[in-house]
């Protein structure tokens, strides 16, 4: 049986930013892989929008998800309402029984998901959210837990830092990474923002010259059980 992966984010894009580039490495070596995006994304941040826009804007950028995953063979997305860049407004525990419920249908080995101290407070909490709901108890399916940085949040909370311990080589799969981002045309940004295609590919760059490699993603661990 294939090991099974869930990537757990807050906002669309996140997954394609986080892991995507090591996650359709694994699924070409014979993974299985989910994605859980637990909050609305940018359509939710101006909120005099008119409410026929927003909804024209809620479809588009679901389809955009939906390609993006499809791109990288993801198996299945599961896309939750939590408001943008409120998480903080919302009981953890909600949060966390959402996570759980995801979990416990998936049955995943590996998850991937943020790093601690990102900038943004949705990053932090679903961080909070994945611990919780993947308690090393005796029953546990959940081995490992890496989490990840993504451009314009985690280097932006000078002065904690991001300091990956594991690093994946994703030379044969950055296209697949850039491919993803495209797809999300309504959240890719233009060089010189971290977030867009050039920033992505030269922060591949960076991390795979730390380790003799061209194009790398870099975790940090939080958990392996062997």
Not at 35 to 46: M, Q
Not at 53 to 64: A, H, T, V
Not at 183 to 190: G, K, P, T
Request: charged fraction near 30%; proline fraction near 4%.
């Amino acid at each position: 049986m294939s090991k099974k992966i869930l990537i757990v984010v807050a906002h669309p894009d996140d997954e394609v930013l986080g892991c995507f580039g090591t996650v359709a490495r694994l699924i070409k070596e014979g993974y299985e892989a989910y994605t859980l995006i637990l909050g609305e994304g940018k359509t939710s941040r101006d909120e005099v929008r008119k409410v026929e826009n927003k909804k024209n804007e809620m479809k588009i950028l679901d389809k955009e998800i939906q390609k993006a995953n499809d791109i990288i063979a993801i198996k299945k997305v599961f896309v939750k309402s939590f408001p943008d860049n409120r998480f903080d407004s919302v009981d953890l525990l909600d949060i966390v029984k959402v996570v759980s419920k995801v979990k416990e249908e998936i049955q995943p080995d590996i998850i991937f998901t943020h790093f601690e101290n990102d900038l943004n407070i949705d990053h932090r909490i679903t961080y909070q959210a994945v611990l919780t709901a993947t308690r090393p108890m005796k029953d546990e399916c959940v081995k490992e837990i890496y989490s990840f940085e993504i451009l314009s949040s985690t280097e932006w909370n000078y002065p904690l830092s991001f300091s990956p311990d594991t690093y994946f080589d994703i030379s044969s799969t950055l296209t697949l990474k850039l491919d993803a981002m495209s797809a999300y045309s309504s959240e890719v940004c233009n060089y010189p923002h971290p977030r867009s295609l050039e920033g992505i590919k030269l922060n591949a760059q960076y991390h795979g010259m730390r380790v003799g490699k061209e194009y790398v993603e870099a975790f940090k661990t939080i958990r392996i059980l062997k």
